[in-house]
């Protein structure tokens, strides 16, 4: 198997060190049984859908995203908590991948997880003493209980509990939130891994409590020279804690690198307005001008086609991919803003929207008075809420009703834009499955020089 | 290491020292009821004059002296005789012995049947468990009194009528209770993130079962056992009422009654009445302590692991230990998960 | 500069609060004893004004939030009076709350499913509401009133007859605002409305709750954790800590200039992004069945003096810049009838060392649940 080519994301030529971990093409896909019909193939929820980074060794790597962008499961997925249906995990060189659980137990003594809900990671039937030192017994790290009190009270003191002996015969319940954490991370760090991959650790506690929890994680990677996947939902957190970070978005990657170069200036619309979007405790910046995108997240089993963040991108264009379904959500979008009579007029037009047939490039609209509606399409096309229209390549009547056909827009690739990659097709250039490009082509051209694509 | 005992001793006993009133009392009042059928059933014996198939006295001089029929209840016979000459109260405690020991069997075969079979179930799904759980759902679907019949019939051809075959066909019965109720429970601490992190730390697939879901588990059996106690007693009695349970005259309450039946019509009132009245009172005595444990144990099940307690009247009992949780712990918010304040801040 | 109403330099005379609470006491039983999870609270809300309660977990905030709407489970118990446009809600009957409750005073919570029924349209949950307070709308303009409301929050006219689980999370928030204001309450009480929700989400419904904060009609009590939403949303802050009212003032001065050291120590540790040095607060939260003696947060305090254990603070005006304790109304109850100044309740300030004569009256009385 070929050695796959590092990329740090940051554009540097040439990277002295080499990655503790590789993570190419990986994607988790969840079956979906029953008759939901999906895009491509066969129905699946695409949780993780083509991610692709290295670590480094003594860094902390951020994944940051909304819930169902994915993150959750692509931390899981890095340690095989998940099974992942396609890629492959490097770590220190060997693929994770295709290893049976048998075989990855005993990695699992270098690899180590700690979960998001201090309440309920700690088993509470164990006491704290057997809890946190269960893996020192899995692994056979101790040959005897005592030398495994012993260990378990060293570890409970490194994480902040003094005294740790006093611990050790209590259970999880008789301790508090901030304190549970501890323990997991204690559980986590027991057996001195390598790496370790944390899933929002500090979401569920109060503000006064994380940094403390933070300072102590960070304290541990120094001491224990561990390498972490840092997982959260919180821009500002990981500016502070991140070396480099991934923005991602409906189990892909929107943007990832170097995390100042990252912040300082975002490329992607996306990163943009998560950036806008934190609630800032400074009420002089109140009122300040958003460019909030519309919408919620999409669902993962059907994203939208070209780029997954177009129907909520406030700087789409033609090429980003407009499909069928993004002209209904503009007509309903237009149709909050216009008083009830023009209302009732264009949905008359239109028809019912819940009889419309979508397809992935085409959309019908059961009309009565298809000529009407033609006609009104191609002069409000423009008009519309999103740019939708930009997309459309025709507006044909017929029988049935209207049918309006869309241009496809391909899926942006990554591109290496200003110290980071980006997929986002403001910048660099795709080419299209029928060979145009997207973008500039003399950029295209240059772009495709060995050598620069870093 | 006896400390170590020491301290599981103690954490299982949390839940009674947590619990309200009610529930300790249920449990105490149904506890001392059934302790004292027990003494009376096992150590009774020694004391009563007469025995329970006993239908005459050895006298002096070598003859026997017939006790007397359907004597009402006096100074001589405390519960009055049957038709048959035996002394009532001695054949309600044999009875109360009979039936202690059949319900405990039966519940023990129930048990050792059921819960681990909920237990692989649940954790390991797919073939099996719905194999199992289609078996199971056709038992508990029979009604419990005809399925314990049709067992007791067939096993008639094995064992001889008695304690074994009696604790088997009632036993039977509850083995789809304890298995549903385990492999729930199963199913849901299953997805657990305790679970997921026993895997996270390399922990082999038996072990996870045992230590971290079966542990967890184990809760929801002792309110099932006593229950099913309960109904065990009836179930039994309701056997022997038909003759079908150990081989008379072996004193059961049911059958008993069954034979005090006809007695009725003649004003003869205290060959039936004792037999039913213990039936009453033993059952109620384990319903109490069964409703009793369900109380303790169950508002912990609702509030540990749970990631944010909402403001109900069980939160209140363990708010206690809520206030004392220092470092504040708010509601995991990403990915789906909501809940108010946590046991940390719940008021 | 906030666009809501302004106290400073106001006469004697003002239009009477939307929301007044005095002495508001909301406790339940324990094994151990009383818990007393708001132990004493004064606030007046003028008509129209975004307030925020902001503190961490356990320090009574949602608890305070259900008081007042008496909205608290059985053996919960309530002291003090919460009057709501001068009628008292303490002790009202179930009827005359019921009343109030959606026509007055409305609930956003942070779960919206606990509020939506899964079997009805969301267009019917509307018009259930307005014609319980409003008989004499007719269906349809119920109907009408329902869409209009709706599409003032984004929710297109041909969803309106769907149902609740149709729709993303953000939308039935926007949904559940949409239900809270459609009958046009003076006030509106949003409890973690979108600790729930993704920060872009959060972010749209935090626009929408700051619209509501320019229309001068409707008065929010918004109650949460995260001090990056209040400084986006309200008027006026209040923070809490251990059941009480520990800072409360303009919006403004709060975060410019915080006074007493929970909420120096609250703002220093809130991570955002433009922070480069992590800080926390020591110790943990007490034990609300046995506070510690004089002021609360005197363990965890970096400012502690020797007699912050034996006084217990009221909230006293402090000197911010230009407000200057303001709008005393003279016979009024002292503690906090000045709803507009920056007020702290920490001895490191004069008059913070008052007695509080009322309260312990009422303690006396009313400490058995």
């Known amino acids: 198997m070929t050695e796959p080519s590092p990329i740090s994301g940051t554009g540097t030529a040439a990277t002295t060190r080499t990655p503790l971990i590789e993570v190419r093409d990986l994607a988790t896909h969840f079956p979906v049984r029953g008759s939901l019909f999906g895009r491509g193939s066969s129905a699946a929820v695409r949780a993780v859908d083509g991610v692709s980074f290295d670590v480094y060794p003594g860094e902390v790597f951020g994944l940051v995203g909304e819930s169902g962008s994915g993150k959750t499961t692509l931390g899981r997925s890095l340690l095989k908590l998940v099974e992942p249906t396609g890629g492959s995990v490097r770590y220190k060189g060997r693929d994770l991948v295709p290893l049976s659980e048998r075989d990855m137990r005993p990695l699992r003594r270098e690899l180590a997880f700690v979960f998001q809900d201090p309440n309920a990671s700690l088993n509470p039937a164990m006491t704290i003493g057997q809890g946190v030192g269960h893996p020192l017994r899995i692994h056979g790290l101790v040959s005897s209980r005592s030398e495994a009190r012993t260990a378990v009270a060293e570890m409970l003191e490194r994480v902040g509990l003094h005294p740790g002996e006093s611990f050790l015969d209590k259970y999880p319940e008789d301790v508090s939130g901030g304190q549970k954490q501890r323990l997991v991370i204690a559980r986590a760090l027991i057996t001195r891994p390598t790496f370790v991959v944390a899933d929002e650790p500090v979401a569920a506690l109060d503000m006064s409590v994380r940094a403390k929890v933070l300072e102590l994680m960070l304290e541990l990677k120094r001491e224990l020279d561990l390498t972490y996947v840092f997982i959260t939902h919180d821009l500002a957190t990981a500016r502070f804690l991140c070396d480099r970070i991934g923005i991602l978005y409906l189990g892909r990657f929107a943007e990832w690198g170097d995390t100042e170069r990252l912040f300082d200036d975002p490329q992607h619309p996306y990163t943009r307005a998560l950036l806008d979007a934190i609630p800032l405790p400074d009420p002089d910046r109140r009122g300040r001008d958003k460019s909030l995108p519309r919408g919620e997240i999409p669902d993962a089993l059907q994203p939208p086609l070209g780029c997954r963040f177009h129907p909520r991108c406030p700087v789409a264009f033609a090429d980003c991919g407009w499909e069928g379904r993004d002209l209904v959500d503009a007509l309903e979008e237009r149709w909050t803003d216009v008083d009830e009579d023009t209302f009732e007029r264009e949905l008359g037009m239109v028809g019912n929207l819940g009889d419309a047939v979508v397809g992935d490039d085409v959309v019908r609209f059961p009309s009565a008075a298809p000529s009407e509606l033609a006609a009104w399409l191609r002069a409000e096309g423009e008009r519309l809420p999103t740019s939708v229209f930009s997309a459309v390549e025709d507006v044909e009547t017929g029988s049935d009703g209207v049918t309006v056909r869309f241009r496809p827009g391909p899926e942006p690739d990554e591109q290496q834009v200003a110290g980071r990659r980006v997929a986002c097709h403001l910048h660099g250039v795709t080419v299209r499955p029928d060979g145009t490009h997207v973008g500039d082509p003399a950029a295209a051209a240059s772009a495709e020089a060995p050598g620069s694509q870093r | ?347 | 500069m906030s666009d809501g109403p302004t106290f400073v330099g106001d006469t004697p005379t003002r239009t009477a609060p939307v929301a007044d609470i005095r002495g508001l006491r909301v406790g339940y039983r324990t094994p151990r004893g009383p818990l007393w999870a708001v132990d004493g609270i004064d606030l007046q809300i003028a008509p129209g004004e975004s307030v925020g309660l902001v503190g961490e977990s356990g320090c009574g905030k949602s608890s305070l939030g259900r008081g007042l709407v008496q909205l608290l489970p059985p053996g919960a118990g309530v002291r003090g009076s919460v009057e709501l446009d001068g009628e008292e809600l303490v002790g009202a009957s179930a009827s005359a709350l019921r009343r109030k409750r959606g026509d007055d005073i409305a609930l956003v919570f942070q779960e919206p499913m606990t509020r939506l029924d899964p079997l009805m349209k969301v267009s019917s949950h509307f018009i259930e509401t307005i014609r319980a307070h409003r008989p004499g709308v007719s269906k349809d303009e119920a109907h009408h009133m329902a869409r209009t409301a709706l599409a003032q929050m984004g929710i297109p006219p041909t969803r309106v007859d769907d149902y609740p689980h149709e729709f993303s999370g953000g939308m039935r928030q926007r949904i559940m605002i949409a239900l809270a204001i459609v009958l046009q309450p003076k006030l509106i009480v949003a409890d973690e409305p979108t600790t729930a929700l993704d920060v872009i989400v959060e972010s749209q419904i935090l626009d929408i709750l700051d619209r509501l904060r320019r229309d001068e009609s409707v008065g929010l009590v918004l109650i949460t954790h995260n001090l990056g939403i209040v400084a986006e949303t309200c008027d006026r802050v209040a923070v809490m800590y251990a059941g009480r009212i520990v800072e409360v003032g303009p919006v403004e001065e709060i975060f410019r200039d915080p006074k007493h050291p929970y909420t120096r120590g609250l703002l220093a540790s809130t991570i955002s992004l433009e922070t480069t040095e992590l800080h926390t607060i020591e110790g943990y939260p007490p034990d609300l069945i046995d506070p510690p003696p004089g002021c609360r947060f005197n363990p965890r305090c970096p400012d502690r003096m020797p007699h912050c254990t034996q006084i217990d603070p009221v909230l006293t005006p402090v000197a911010a810049t230009g407000a200057h304790q303001a709008g005393f109304a003279p016979g009024a109850h002292q503690a906090g009838f000045a709803p507009g100044a920056h007020q702290a309740a920490c001895l490191l300030y004069p008059g913070a060392d008052g007695s509080r004569p009322a309260e312990s009256a009422e303690r006396a009385e009313g400490d058995s649940l």
Do not use: C
């Open chain 2, 1 to 347: 290491m006896p400390s170590q005992l020491r301290v599981r001793l103690e954490h299982a006993a949390r839940p009674f020292r947590q619990a309200s009133r009610t529930a300790k009392v249920l449990v105490a009042v149904g506890l001392l009821i059934t302790l004292v059928f027990t003494l009376a059933a096992f150590v009774g014996p020694e004391f009563h004059e007469y025995d329970g198939i006993q239908y005459r006295v050895e006298q002096e001089d070598g003859s026997y002296e017939q006790l007397p029929r359907l004597a009402p209840p006096s100074s001589e016979h405390l519960l009055g005789t049957t038709r048959d000459r035996y002394d009532v109260f001695a054949r309600i405690l044999d009875g109360g012995r009979l039936a202690l020991a059949v319900v405990l069997f039966s519940t023990l075969i129930a048990m050792l049947i059921g819960v681990p079979l909920g237990l692989l179930s649940g954790y390991r799904g797919g073939k099996l468990d719905r194999a199992l759980v289609t078996v199971m759902d056709a038992l508990y679907v029979f009604p419990p009194l005809l399925l314990a019949i049709i067992v007791a019939f067939l096993l008639q051809a094995y064992l001889a009528q008695g304690v074994p075959s009696a604790a088997a066909a009632v036993g039977v019965v509850y083995i789809p209770q304890y298995f549903r109720v385990v492999r729930n429970h199963t199913l849901s601490v299953k997805q657990e993130p305790y679970v997921e992190a026993a895997r996270s730390l390399g922990a082999k697939q038996h072990t996870i079962i045992s230590r971290y879901v079966a542990f967890n588990v184990i809760q929801s059996v002792p309110v099932i056992f006593t229950l099913n106690a309960a109904d065990a007693v009836l179930t039994l009695a309701s056997l022997g009422f038909l003759g079908l349970g150990v081989q008379p005259p072996t004193p059961e309450w049911g059958y008993d009654i069954s034979q005090a039946v006809i007695d009725i019509t003649s004003g003869v009132w205290w060959t039936a009445l004792w037999p039913g009245l213990a039936i009453v009172t033993l059952v109620t005595a384990l319903t109490l302590v069964g409703e009793g444990l369900n109380d303790v144990i169950n508002p912990l099940l609702r509030a540990r692991g749970m990631s944010g307690a909402k403001l109900d009247d069980d939160a209140v009992s363990t708010a206690g230990g809520a206030a004392r949780d220092g470092e504040g712990t708010l509601a995991p918010t990403a990915d789906g998960d909501h809940g108010d304040d946590a046991p940390g801040g719940g008021p």
